[in-house]
């Protein structure tokens, strides 16, 4: 019986208002299998019992609807899900001979809200040097949970040691009583280190995704990111002047008299 497997299949992650379908995969012989329950926070949701009249029984469960029609001995569809949904869930098979009971590993399923919008890029020089530091920030659109931010120059993620994360932001918005929030993070790239002459580009992007990175096999819940395009050139030093001071015509000639009067005291000094 050490051969036996059981392993629940659910999405990680559901949109608000969806459906997930939530399934109790294994390797016994179908004949075999006596009793299939599924848990939710370690409380029974639904079980079937083989031979019983009806064979399916159902338990107290909030945050979504059991669909009847679609559930099977080991499969559930769960319609019209809300943040109650959210938890751990479980699947157990039972078999009568020989008796034996599996339960899987817990899969836990978040309840999410999507972004509306892209990420917004702010620039903090209109003009790059080459030999520039890049300077930029980030803040991504509301959503449950935040949105975690990622940076890449030229299609390349950006090491993070030279990123700042400012942390989230509650925007006093909600959907269904959730409260959004938003996501805020800076970067300072230094542009000498792609080797660029003047003349060319550098495309910065700011990718905001809920979770903050995919699992094998898995892509992302919510993806939006923008793209902005920067432009390098040759910044010319700007010339160093000596002060001037400029002198009125009145100015002037007392400035004249002074510079009189002092060589005439010289003259008088040097005579006696």
Same mark, same amino acid.
Not at 53 to 80: C, H, M, Q, W
Not at 114 to 132: D, F, V
């Given at each position: 019986?050490?051969?036996?497997?059981?392993?629940?299949?659910?999405?990680?992650?559901?949109?608000?208002?969806?459906?997930? &379908?939530?399934?109790?995969? !294994?390797?016994? %012989?179908?004949?075999?299998?006596?009793?299939?329950?599924?848990?939710?926070?370690?409380?029974?949701?639904?079980?079937?019992? *083989?031979? #019983? %009249?009806?064979?399916?029984?159902?338990?107290?469960?909030?945050?979504?609807?059991?669909?009847?029609?679609?559930? /099977?001995?080991?499969?559930?569809?769960?319609? *019209?899900?809300?943040?109650?949904?959210?938890?751990?869930?479980?699947?157990?098979?039972?078999?009568?001979?020989?008796?034996?009971?599996?339960?899987?590993?817990?899969?836990?399923?978040?309840?999410?809200? #999507? &972004?509306?919008?892209?990420?917004?890029?702010?620039?903090?020089?209109? $003009?790059?040097?080459?030999?520039?530091?890049?300077?930029?920030?980030?803040?991504?659109?509301?959503?449950?949970?935040?949105?975690?931010? /990622?940076?890449?120059?030229?299609?390349?993620?950006?090491?993070?040691?030279?990123?700042?994360?400012?942390?989230?932001?509650?925007?006093?918005?909600? !959907? !269904?009583?959730?409260?959004? +929030?938003?996501?805020?993070?800076?970067?300072?790239?230094?542009?000498?280190?792609?080797?660029? #002459?003047?003349? &060319?580009?550098?495309?910065?992007?700011?990718?905001?995704?809920?979770?903050?990175?995919?699992?094998?096999?898995?892509?992302?819940? %919510?993806?939006?990111?923008?793209?902005?395009?920067?432009?390098?050139?040759?910044?010319?030093?700007?010339?160093? &002047?000596?002060?001037? $001071?400029?002198? +009125?015509?009145?100015?002037?000639?007392?400035?004249?008299?002074?510079?009189?009067?002092?060589?005439?005291?010289?003259?008088?000094?040097?005579?006696?």
């Amino acid at each position: 019986m050490s051969e036996v497997w059981v392993e629940l299949r659910a999405p990680r992650f559901v949109v608000h208002g969806h459906s997930a &379908q939530v399934r109790c995969e !294994h390797n016994v %012989d179908p004949g075999t299998i006596y009793k299939v329950v599924f848990f939710k926070n370690s409380h029974r949701i639904m079980q079937y019992v *083989r031979g #019983r %009249d009806p064979p399916y029984e159902f338990y107290n469960f909030s945050g979504a609807d059991i669909n009847l029609i679609k559930v /099977t001995p080991t499969s559930l569809t769960l319609d *019209r899900m809300d943040f109650n949904a959210a938890g751990t869930y479980a699947c157990e098979i039972a078999m009568e001979i020989p008796l034996y009971s599996k339960l899987s590993k817990i899969n836990e399923i978040n309840v999410i809200v #999507r &972004q509306k919008h892209r990420p917004k890029i702010k620039i903090r020089q209109e $003009k790059l040097s080459p030999n520039g530091d890049l300077e930029a920030t980030c803040h991504s659109s509301a959503a449950y949970p935040a949105p975690h931010l /990622t940076w890449l120059v030229n299609n390349v993620k950006v090491d993070e040691r030279l990123t700042i994360p400012h942390g989230t932001v509650n925007v006093h918005r909600y !959907h !269904h009583g959730m409260p959004l +929030s938003l996501t805020n993070s800076s970067l300072r790239f230094p542009l000498s280190s792609l080797q660029l #002459r003047p003349n &060319q580009t550098v495309d910065i992007t700011c990718l905001s995704t809920i979770p903050s990175y995919p699992t094998v096999g898995e892509g992302y819940a %919510d993806l939006q990111n923008q793209t902005i395009t920067v432009n390098l050139v040759r910044l010319e030093p700007s010339p160093t &002047q000596l002060p001037v $001071k400029i002198l +009125s015509s009145e100015e002037n000639q007392s400035e004249r008299l002074k510079i009189y009067n002092y060589l005439i005291f010289i003259m008088i000094c040097i005579i006696y």
